[in-house]
């Protein structure tokens, strides 16, 4: 069936630097997927609306300069965290679907832990 | 404005023993319900969803769920809970074919007691 991925699943990075997380729809073409962002013990705050060929929507109090959204294909989104810090270490998860394209079901990647030292 | 409550962060229930947990909604169109499943340091899992039709949703592993329409609520159900159910559950809400944007619950973290 239709699912999402999402790589890496695990990523450690020092502070100031960049990291990319990618989430790709294996069977179906998706015109938009969605950025979630879980910290520990709590639930998942959408980030941003990834919109193929266009600028991503972000959500608000999300700074778009530090949380960079490509979307260059109908299956490929990607979320670079720039010049990371502690405090951006969380669990990030994409989703896709619940349109025509995908049988009106949304899928979930993995996730993404990312930890920032 | 559009929200979900569920209002109990933890339950501890007994092996074996009946549970429902809550999910309130506030949304200005039809909504399209979903119940997830997350343990920790994974991913979602969809344990069932609702949009139209019969008003009682089964899903997987044993566990149901009930749109009241008229009480915006979509609670969840399981008659016989396992050790294995333990786990962190998320209601969320979004619109209807047109793409997976969701408003997600806080989460009610459940503990199974032997």
């Known amino acids: 069936g239709a699912v999402v991925s999402q790589h890496p699943s695990r990523v450690i990075c020092k502070s100031g630097t960049s990291v990319k997380i990618e989430c790709r729809s294996l069977?179906?073409?998706?015109?938009?997927m969605f950025w979630y962002r879980q910290f520990p013990k709590q639930s998942l705050m959408l980030m941003a609306t990834?919109?193929?060929?266009?600028?991503?929507?972000?959500e608000q109090g999300v700074e778009k300069d530090k949380f960079l959204i490509n979307h260059a294909s109908l299956t490929l989104s990607t979320l670079t965290v720039t010049s990371a810090h502690p405090e951006d270490s969380s669990f990030y998860i994409c989703?896709?679907?619940?349109?025509?394209?995908?049988?009106?079901?949304?899928?979930f990647g993995e996730g993404s832990w990312l930890t920032v030292v | 404005a559009q929200s979900v409550t569920q209002p109990d962060i933890h339950i501890t229930v007994s092996e074996g023993a009946s549970l429902e947990l809550r999910c309130n909604y506030s949304?200005?169109?039809?909504?399209?319900l979903f119940w997830y499943v997350q343990s920790p340091g994974q991913g979602l899992q969809l344990l069932l969803k609702?949009?139209?039709?019969?008003?009682l949703v089964q899903g997987i592993k044993g566990f149901e769920a009930e749109f009241k329409r008229s009480q915006s609520s979509f609670n969840l159900r399981k008659p016989s809970v396992h050790w294995s159910d333990a786990a962190e559950y998320f209601c969320?809400?979004?619109?209807?074919?047109?793409?997976?944007?969701?408003?997600f619950g806080q989460g009610t973290e459940l503990s199974v007691k032997p």
């Open positions: 989703s896709a679907g619940g349109d025509r394209r995908a049988g009106n079901t949304i899928y």
């Open positions: 069977d179906f073409q998706a015109t938009t």
């Open positions: 990834s919109n193929e060929g266009s600028k991503a929507t972000y």
């Open positions: 949304y200005g169109a039809t909504p399209y």
């Open positions: 609702y949009f139209s039709g019969d008003t």
């Open positions: 969320a809400v979004g619109p209807y074919n047109q793409g997976g944007k969701l408003i």
